[in-house]
């Protein structure tokens, strides 16, 4: 079974600042997707970025990045220029990699991170 | 998200009673999912479907059962609801590419 930390459960930031949210995670697998999940308080869950585990380029999205580290099984989240929309609960997430059938695409996920932007 | 509905999107409810959660997509999508979120926890997964009348228990399914009789719809069911089922639930679908897409949840109350 795969398993998902996320040490800090709660962050603040300045505005336009930069900060880093972390996740480490526990699984035997080789082939893998690791996410970042986003919860406003409007109580949505956004996709905010995706990462392969095959793929040593670490994913961006916009003024989102991640720092993925397969060997030491860690997938941190930065975001630059902090904007008061990015308060919001953040969840990393662990997905197995395999062909369709049943079990397909599940998601296991961290505790989460509260973040607040300060302005 | 528009191709996902949850209803109701909020319930309150007595200890005992029978209470239903419906899962509606527009898409056609194999793929459907039920977690629930608590204080703490995350979300955990509920139960899951891969196809009509194909389901699995997830890691939380205790007191919970499902089905899916038409591919746009999963139901999510509390025979007997109890304290302990006061959550956030979440219906989700696959979409391809690995990626899930969720509905705007449920707030279910327990009394």
């Known amino acids: 079974a795969q398993t998902v930390t996320q040490s800090q459960p709660e962050m603040s930031v300045q505005e336009a600042e930069t900060v880093t949210l972390s996740c480490t995670y526990d699984t035997s697998e080789n082939n893998y997707y690791l996410f970042w999940y986003k919860q406003p308080p409007s109580r949505q869950m956004i996709l905010v970025i995706r990462q392969e585990a095959y793929k040593q380029q670490n994913a961006t999205e916009n003024r989102f990045s991640v720092n993925f580290q397969k060997a030491a099984k860690s997938f941190s989240l930065k975001i630059s220029d902090s904007q008061l929309g990015d308060t919001a609960m953040y969840f990393c997430a662990f997905m197995k990699h395999g062909s369709s059938g049943a079990g397909s695409y599940q998601l296991t996920f961290g505790k989460g991170t509260k973040l607040s932007v300060i302005p | 998200d528009a191709g996902i509905t949850q209803s109701p999107r909020h319930k309150v409810t007595e200890t005992g009673t029978p209470v239903t959660l419906r899962c509606h997509q527009t898409?056609?999508?194999?793929?459907m999912y039920w977690y629930r979120q608590d204080p703490g926890h995350g979300l955990r997964l509920i139960h899951y479907?891969?196809?009509?009348?194909?389901?699995d228990k997830g890691e939380v399914s205790d007191g919970y059962s499902v089905s899916r009789s038409k591919t746009e719809d999963f139901l999510l069911t509390l025979e007997s609801a109890t304290s302990s089922q006061t959550s956030v639930y979440f219906c989700?679908?696959?979409?391809?590419?690995?990626?899930?897409?969720f509905g705007a949840g449920s707030r279910l109350t327990v009394l």
């Open positions: 479907s891969y196809g009509v009348k194909d389901t």
């Open positions: 989700a679908i696959s979409r391809g590419a690995n990626v899930l897409t």
């Open positions: 898409e056609n999508h194999r793929y």
